[in-house]
């Protein structure tokens, strides 16, 4: 059975940091585009980053280069986002999502709010 789980969502201070973690299993996250998007509440859902099954490269919105880092455990079969110097626009549900061909999967979503 396919699954994404999302974790390490929560509140904190602008400023400050959170590590959202995305286990997957039924499948192995290295053979996939992994990918995290965000929705904010009455916006769209929109890519933060993304890293290739094939060589790893990554990428990100422009809101979040260098502040945001994208990576896989491959032993954990995990994808991790290290979001650094958080502010109020980066509220949102994060959402982990792996895509390879006509294979597309979603997990449920984590919560970060970034409130003083």
């Known amino acids: 059975q396919v699954q994404l789980v999302e974790s390490g969502g929560g509140w904190v201070q602008p400023g400050g940091s959170l590590r959202l973690s995305c286990a997957a299993s039924?499948?192995?996250?290295?053979?996939?585009?992994m990918n995290w998007y965000r929705q904010a509440p009455g916006k769209e859902r929109e890519l933060v980053a993304s890293i290739t099954r094939t060589g790893g490269s990554t990428n990100y919105a422009d809101s979040v280069k260098g502040r945001f880092t994208i990576s896989r455990d491959n032993v954990e079969n995990t994808v991790l986002l290290q979001m650094n110097s958080l502010n109020s626009e980066d509220t949102a549900v994060y959402y982990c999502?792996?895509?390879?061909?006509?294979?597309?999967?979603w997990g449920q979503g984590t919560q970060v709010t970034v409130s003083s």
């Open positions: 999502h792996a895509n390879k061909f006509v294979n597309d999967y």
């Open positions: 039924g499948f192995t996250c290295r053979s996939y585009t």
